[in-house]
T-cell receptor, first 116, second 112 residues
Framework: DTEVTQTPKHLVMGMTNKKSLKCEQH?????MYWYKQKAKKPPELMFV???????INESVPSRFSPECPNSSLLNLHLHALQPEDSALYLC???????????????FGPGTRLTVL | GESVGLHLPTLSVQEGDNSIINCAYS??????FIWYKQESGKGPQFIID?????DKRQGQRVTVLLNKTVKHLSLQIAATQPGDSAVYFC???????????FGTGTRLKVLA
């Protein structure tokens, strides 16, 4: 099983709303990632969690707040977003070895976020 | 920063022909490479990978070639089918890190 699931599939929110994106994997992967993808562009790394600890924050604005409650779950809390934050948000996971990622990174289907 | 780039943003091929999608990477320390296929509205789907101790790897209808001397990666798709139409991304990783570096993507269009 190489499945990463994400909910919701689509999300529309106003600039004053608070919402959360959820990601789950049951492959035993200990690294989990959040990416943002704009149309016709490659995924851009936002955050990396390794063993439930934040390893990388790519200078993401504080209106995006990641959380890793356990080894299978990854959340992205959203607050006071801007219209330019509208994008496809992708979750991914991979195995960990020697302090870094090892082997394939598997992606979820993404959450299409629209900020009005 | 370092990045992975693609030579052709769009590739059109006739159904049944072979497709070759190219990718250049810049990090000489990269030792793991992946090709992803992304269909419209979906997440990237793993196609095939290769490690730096290999120069060729074959899957079902797909072959990845790695030339470390010129830092070049290619994806060959045999007998291209309409279902192969998608955007293809290469990505590379340096062992001991978590940062997969993605190429800019190539759109493959399969003509009937």
């Amino acid at each position: 099983d190489t499945e990463v699931t994400q909910t919701p599939k689509h999300l529309v929110m106003g600039m004053t709303n608070k919402k959360s994106l959820k990601c789950e994997q049951h492959m035993g992967h200990r690294a989990m990632y959040w990416y943002k993808q704009k149309a016709k562009k490659p995924p851009e790394l936002m955050f990396v969690y390794s063993y439930e600890k934040l390893s990388i924050n790519e200078s993401v604005p504080s209106r995006f707040s990641p959380e890793c409650p356990n080894s299978s779950l990854l959340n992205l809390h959203l607050h006071a977003l801007q219209p330019e934050d509208s994008a496809l948000y992708l979750c991914a996971s991979s195995q960990v070895s020697s302090g870094g990622s090892r082997d394939t990174q598997y992606f979820g289907p993404g959450t299409r976020l629209t900020v009005l | 920063g370092e990045s992975v780039g693609l030579h052709l943003p769009t590739l059109s091929v006739q159904e049944g022909d072979n497709s070759i999608i190219n990718c250049a990477y810049s990090n000489s320390a990269s030792d793991y490479f992946i090709w992803y296929k992304q269909e419209s509205g979906k997440g990237p789907q793993f196609i095939i990978d290769i490690r730096s101790n290999m120069d060729k790897r074959q899957g079902q209808r797909v072959t990845v070639l790695l030339n470390k001397t010129v830092k070049h990666l290619s994806l060959q798709i045999a007998a291209t089918q309409p279902g192969d139409s998608a955007v293809y991304f290469c990505a590379d990783l340096t062992s001991g890190t978590y940062k997969y570096i993605f190429g800019t993507g190539t759109r493959l269009k399969v003509l009937a």
